[in-house]
């Protein structure tokens, strides 16, 4: 009996470390595959498959080369890549991340789009290899060049909305400009359909941003507070107004414009007589109407930034819609980087300049101690320019401030735009 005994734990023995054994080296095989990114924001069902096994996502969790990452319905994830490309899937998407590796000339990022959306903001790997990013999807191949991008893959069709690109991007071999939708069908996918953007490609792009979950705290319980980059926004002198200088405390909200009367004198109107008036031989000029500024982003405590800004005003009012302000950049000595997409905004014009806040969207700042969150709604951008007087094609030197979910100004830097009446 006690043989028989034996020989029955020495098997169910051997069963349990061959399994262990197994397990291991499926570890092992996991293991080897390299951390390229982080998940920065999410919201909804999303998991990764690595391997055989199905992963829960969850905000700042790491993603590896090879996972592929699937979002339920609702679902969205927005994941920075280790080169600070920013990548988000939206609901009903599947993508394997293929390929990745940031070294110089040599760079390069492969991923395979099965079903879904995802907006890229391209980072380091366009910068030395525009050639180097490739998207597949079942009847296209996508390379982008340094981009704000969406691609839409469907069972019938592919569709690249270019947004923002000096270099455009390639769609099974045919340039997309910015401003440019390139579509492809599965029936005749040589042939690329081009068409311009319209307001419904904005609000895709705007239905990608993904809300701050209001999860503030550093990853191993130090206090939130980012390390000091000695950045000083007069550091940019070229690109601000008349004297080049800000307020000791570099706070650029200190400048703010005045509000305005809330309810101003009207003018009197004049009561008729029965003798028609003499006419006046000036006829009046046009009602002023709305002018754009958009410019690109500059210096900040992130080193350089990578990035756009842009608004709408009304000239007669002052009113300002549709504000945003998008980048990324990264302080190599300091540790930090930061990636912010801020769409909404509003704010008022007058002669004493602008400022703009409430903007809706997300980002986040990575430092030494780990990841903070940022408030869209309290960061601001705000200028000098009377934009109300200015000329078409003025000038607009801007400062914006990002604030986190607890009031800390975790990022700051500046931009130069012009106004386009």
């Given at each position: ?45 999303v ?13 700042k ?32 998407t ?26 890229v ?40 909305s ?5 270099q455009?991007?390639v ?5 997309i ?11 005749n ?71 305005l ?48 800004f842009g ?7 002052g ?23 801020f ?27 780990g990841?903070?969150t ?12 009377d ?35």
């Amino acid at each position: 009996m006690r043989s028989l005994w034996n020989k029955r734990l020495i098997f169910f023995l051997t069963l349990i470390f061959s399994l262990m054994f197994v397990l291991s080296l499926a570890s092992l095989s996991y293991a080897a595959e390299p951390k390229i990114g982080i998940v920065i924001a999410m919201t909804g069902s999303v998991s990764v498959t690595r391997g055989s096994v199905s992963i829960e996502l969850a905000e700042k969790s790491e993603v590896f080369l090879s996972d592929t990452l699937v979002t339920g319905n609702p679902g969205k994830v927005q994941i920075l890549l280790d080169d600070d490309t920013s990548i988000t899937f939206g609901p009903n998407t599947t993508c394997e991340l293929n390929e990745f590796a940031n070294e110089g000339k040599n760079s390069r990022f492969g991923a395979s789009l099965g079903l879904g959306v995802m907006r890229v903001i391209t980072g380091a790997i366009t910068e030395s290899n525009p050639d180097g990013f490739k998207i597949r999807t079942p009847i296209s191949t996508v390379g982008i060049r340094g981009t704000d991008a969406t691609i839409t893959s469907t069972p019938d069709t592919t569709t690249v909305s270019v947004a923002t690109s000096n270099q455009g991007v390639v769609l099974n071999g045919t340039t997309i400009q910015q401003g440019q939708n390139g579509t492809v069908a599965s029936n005749n996918p040589n042939t690329v359909e081009i068409t311009n953007r319209t307001e419904t490609d904005d609000d895709l792009n705007d239905s990608l941003l993904i809300p701050p979950s209001g999860d503030n705290a550093w990853s191993d319980g130090e206090e939130n507070e980012l390390p000091n980059n000695d950045f000083n926004l007069a550091d940019a002198g070229e690109i601000l107004p008349n004297d080049n200088t800000l307020p000791e405390n570099n706070d650029i909200t200190d400048y703010s414009p005045p509000k305005l009367p809330d309810n101003p004198t009207p003018t009197p109107t004049p009561t008729p007589t029965p003798t028609p008036p003499t006419p006046d031989p000036t006829p009046p000029g046009p009602t002023p109407g709305t002018a754009s500024v958009s410019g690109n982003l500059g210096a900040s405590s992130f080193g350089q930034s990578f990035g756009n800004f842009g608004f709408s005003v009304d000239l007669q009012s002052g009113a300002i819609t549709e504000g945003s302000l998008n980048g990324r950049g990264a302080n190599v000595g300091a540790g930090t980087t930061g990636v912010f997409t801020f769409t909404g905004g509003t704010g008022n014009a007058n002669a004493s300049g602008f400022l703009i806040s409430g903007f809706n969207g997300s980002g986040v700042v990575i430092g030494p101690g780990g990841m903070v969150t940022l408030d869209p709604n309290a960061s601001n951008m705000s200028g000098r320019p009377d934009l109300l007087t200015l000329p078409n094609g003025g000038a607009v030197p801007i400062g914006f401030e990002l604030i986190d979910n607890a009031g800390i100004v975790a990022g700051s830097g500046v931009g130069n735009g012009s106004l386009t009446k």
